[in-house]
């Protein structure tokens, strides 16, 4: 079945270099806070770990317990960063859409290419929406930490540095509640503009002739086997989950009650057998979590080759003017932008290695509660890990942009060819992106659909 250039089809449309990093930063920086998250679990353990002695080694105890206490710090401000950074590039990513679609409505853009349905969702929502959330948020964190510490040192006549402290919170604060309260209101009569001019363009007939299209008999509705790569990701997660009861077994059966804070609990003695499986519990633990981490990249990668393979199927499906529909989940995957696997993996890497590397700089400079003689002499090595991290998450960044701008030209064919609604569901409101659903470009932003309800 072909297409003649006066058949209505959604339409990918270029958004510029600005846009593309954009999108690719969105991605990358939620691959890099999994990588954080993961840094936390690894910090916990550690910690855990030397706080339970079950290293027989107090030097060593000391020093990851030091290590631990910085990351901790590391992670929340990396979170902080990759927060607010996250923020930005999703703000980035409505504008460099809804500006570009006002260039190509300029130029005279065909109204048989009605821009995809993720692009009008870049162009119809409210805009500036994670700008804000990041606003409240760190006003309310801020602001509460700032007002109970100067009142605490007001009340005790304090008059250190403390005091200054807490008034730049409370400063810090202020600003974020402006860009929260502000910020919408600065930026949504633009934002209205723009989709005003694209509207302007492609009409609701134009936009409900493309969606029609995607309403006809799909093909099958799935691929119905368990593919190595699910297989090897659920290999990974049951390793990890042992792996932590094996952890967990040989911490806290050995005491008999929760011990009171700052005291030693009361050990338990059990017979040899249970003996030498809590014994072995550190060596399970040692050895599944790497062996799962192992299996969970090893999934990754074999995701993206199946992706490749399935690219190749989808290429020659195209070449072929008689061939059916392929199955509805293939066509979904690959006809939206997605997150590169090898991207994913390094983006989460470059997470750790941030959080670890920068700790062990600064226990090593002296910037912890000790141990900066066993970090010392790793200093040189520590800086070299955060550039090898600081390089993974440039080069995911990259990738993943390069990835997607090659892709454009295959997902405008399966637009063109076979085209896919997108996936929705409703939240407790029971309302949804109209441009989810259909035409959205000249109604309101949502449409009430039920609660919970969802497109599958």
Not at 49 to 73: K, T, V, Y
Not at 316 to 339: F, I, N, S, T, Y
Not at 359 to 364: D, E, I, L, P
Request: aromatic share 8%; with cysteine.
């Amino acid at each position: 079945m072909g297409d003649d250039g006066r058949s209505w089809h959604w339409h990918e449309y270029p958004v510029g270099l600005g846009g593309e990093v954009a999108r690719a930063g969105v991605r990358t920086l939620i691959a890099l806070l999994i990588g954080l998250a993961s840094a936390f679990v690894l910090m916990m353990i550690g910690g855990i770990l030397a706080e339970e002695h079950l290293f027989n080694d107090p030097g060593l105890e000391h020093a990851i317990d030091d290590l631990a206490r910085m990351s901790a710090g590391m992670i929340m401000a990396f979170a902080l960063a990759a927060w607010a950074a996250f923020a930005l590039a999703t703000f980035l990513r409505e504008l460099t859409t809804s500006r570009a679609l006002v260039k190509a409505a300029a130029r005279g853009a065909s109204r048989y290419e009605v821009p995809s349905p993720e692009q009008i969702v870049a162009v119809t929502r409210e805009p500036a929406v994670q700008l804000t959330i990041f606003g409240w948020g760190n006003a309310a964190m801020a602001g509460l930490l700032g007002i109970i510490g100067l009142g605490i040192a007001v009340a005790e006549g304090d008059n250190s540095e403390d005091v200054l402290l807490f008034w730049l919170l409370i400063g810090y604060a202020a600003l974020m509640a402006l860009l929260g309260f502000a910020g919408p209101k600065w930026l949504t009569p633009a934002h209205e503009r723009r989709q005003a001019l694209i509207a302007a363009n492609w009409s609701s007939s134009d936009e409900a002739a493309a969606w029609k299209r995607s309403f006809r008999s799909p093909g099958k509705k799935r691929l119905l086997y368990v593919t190595p790569a699910e297989r090897l990701l659920f290999a990974a997660a049951v390793l990890l989950v042992l792996g932590f009861v094996a952890l967990q077994a040989s911490v806290t059966m050995r005491c008999g009650t929760a011990p009171r804070p700052g005291a030693q609990c009361d050990e338990v003695t059990y017979n040899s057998f249970i003996e030498r499986l809590l014994a072995g519990g550190l060596v399970v633990f040692a050895v599944l979590l790497p062996l799962a981490a192992l299996l969970a990249v090893a999934g990754v990668l074999v995701d993206w080759r199946r992706r490749r393979a399935e690219r190749a199927e989808l290429l020659a499906k195209l070449a072929e003017p008689r061939a059916g529909r392929p199955a509805e989940d293939l066509l979904a995957h690959h006809a939206q932008r997605r997150m590169h696997p090898l991207a994913l993996v390094g983006a989460a890497l470059s997470g750790v290695g941030l959080v670890f590397g920068v700790s062990a700089y600064m226990v090593g400079e002296g910037k912890g509660l000790g141990s900066e003689d066993v970090f010392a002499v790793y200093r040189e090595e520590s800086l070299l890990v955060v550039a090898v991290s600081a390089g993974l998450f440039a080069a995911a960044l990259v990738g993943n942009g390069i990835a997607n701008v090659r892709g454009r030209e295959l997902r405008n064919e399966l637009m063109r060819r076979w085209p896919t609604r997108p996936a929705w569901s409703a939240g407790e409101d029971g309302q949804v992106l109209r441009a989810k659903r259909g035409p959205a470009l000249h109604g309101p932003r949502y449409v009430k659909v039920g609660k919970n309800a969802g497109s599958n």
